[in-house]
């Protein structure tokens, strides 16, 4: 399948990197199908790409990354509507912002994407934690010298 983005042109996307969010994104709950692109082999980013909306990309990061520490319980209804187990365990992401420069990037730990990569499907989860933010910074100590290339 072909689609555009003002972010990457356009591009080939394989059947196994669409998976639907059939509650939508909060925010963009029209928005049901996305694209997960790989940033490359290796790094802690990625991005989900609107299949239909060409300015929509989300930047992912994979929390236990950055939080060796980060938890959270999925409630057993979601877990089941999304056909996940402890034989097929979440793929979990924090949606980030890089507003100006990328050492200010922030991320929304309170409101983690959830994907299941067998059944390809998708949802962003807000969790009822209070120590998470939505408005986390990455690098509160700066930028690691190897991410000096960024993410996009």
């Given amino acids: 399948m072909e689609i555009e983005s003002t972010r990457f042109g356009k591009l080939e996307v394989a059947e196994e990197q669409v998976f639907s969010f059939p509650h939508g994104i909060p925010g963009f709950p029209e928005e049901k199908m996305f694209a997960y692109l790989q940033h490359e082999e290796g790094s802690p980013f990625s991005f989900l790409q609107s299949i239909t909306e060409r300015n929509l990309t989300f930047v992912l990061v994979d929390p236990f990354a950055f939080f060796g520490d980060y938890e959270f319980v999925l409630e057993d209804e979601m877990a089941l509507e999304m056909g996940l187990s402890q034989q097929n365990p979440p793929q979990v992401f924090l949606i980030a912002t890089v507003r100006g420069k990328l050492a200010d990037m922030t991320v929304n730990l309170l409101a983690p994407v959830v994907m299941n990569g067998v059944k390809r499907v998708g949802r962003q989860v807000i969790l ?25």
């Fill in 128 to 152: 009822d934690k209070r120590d998470y933010s939505i408005c986390y910074k990455l690098f509160p100590d700066g930028l690691p010298k190897e991410a000096d290339k960024g993410v996009g």
